[in-house]
């Protein structure tokens, strides 16, 4: 297992344009979340999952934003009529939940959007 | 609501001497508090949370509950200290992470 692994790396999309990003966590992790970060702040939550269920959405969240995790391991995020606002750094963190975890995030490289 | 406030964005210090991040936090709750850190082209890490209380490569955090900080320290920096770190706050057993803005720290020689 080599962690948490996002794919692409690296996108660069014109306005207007959707694009996906694909998040596979740790695999016997059972929550995975997601994460914006732009130039000079940290990362800001977007939303996360236990299993398939997604918990909590942040309220700073467009509708023009959507997340699933349709068997309870990987997780796509997609962005839809991208806005040059939404260029970022999008990160996902995975970790397990129970007796016996320590809250420790795993997280990937994360997928870097440019949006022109 | 949780804040998590990083008031160095940049700290530089020579090799040896001592380093000193700050962090102070707002939440209504008991928060658990973290210390993540991002070496030059690897991915976001954890460097110490409160709850285990342990020195992670000679770093040491202590929860200040009065005074709301959670402040990171270590005696002797050494150059590969150099990162970036980030104060992060969750609610307990939530493992939400709100993050703050980072400090970037420069270890000289």
């Known amino acids: 297992d080599t962690g948490v692994s996002q794919d692409p790396r690296h996108k660069i999309t014109k306005r207007g344009q959707n694009v996906t990003f694909r998040c596979d966590p740790i695999?016997?992790?059972?929550?995975l979340y997601w994460y914006r970060q732009t130039l000079g702040q940290g990362p800001e939550f977007l939303t996360y999952f236990q299993n398939e269920a997604q918990l909590e959405k942040s309220r700073l969240l467009s509708d023009r934003f959507s997340a699933e995790r349709p068997k309870g391991s990987f997780s796509t995020l997609e962005i839809q009529r991208t806005e040059q606002g939404d260029s970022a750094m999008y990160l996902c963190?995975?970790?397990?939940w129970g007796s016996g975890n320590t809250g420790e995030l795993f997280f990937g490289e994360g997928s870097r959007l440019t949006v022109l | 609501a949780q804040r998590v406030t990083q008031p160095e964005k940049l700290l530089s210090v020579f090799k040896g001497a001592p380093v000193e991040l700050k962090c102070n936090y707002s939440?209504?709750?008991?928060?658990?508090l973290f210390w993540y850190v991002q070496y030059s082209r690897q991915r976001l890490q954890l460097l110490l949370r409160?709850?285990s209380r342990e020195s992670i490569k000679g770093f040491t955090a202590d929860l200040n509950k009065g005074e709301t900080s959670f402040h990171l320290k270590k005696p002797f920096a050494q150059e590969e200290d150099s990162a970036m770190y980030y104060c992060?706050?969750?609610?307990?057993?939530?493992?939400?992470?709100?993050f703050g803005a980072g400090t970037t720290v420069t270890v000289r020689a």
């Open positions: 695999s016997e992790h059972n929550r």
């Open positions: 409160h709850i």
């Open positions: 992060a706050l969750s609610r307990a057993n939530d493992y939400k992470l709100s």
């Open positions: 963190a995975s970790t397990g």
């Open positions: 939440y209504s709750g008991s928060p658990e």
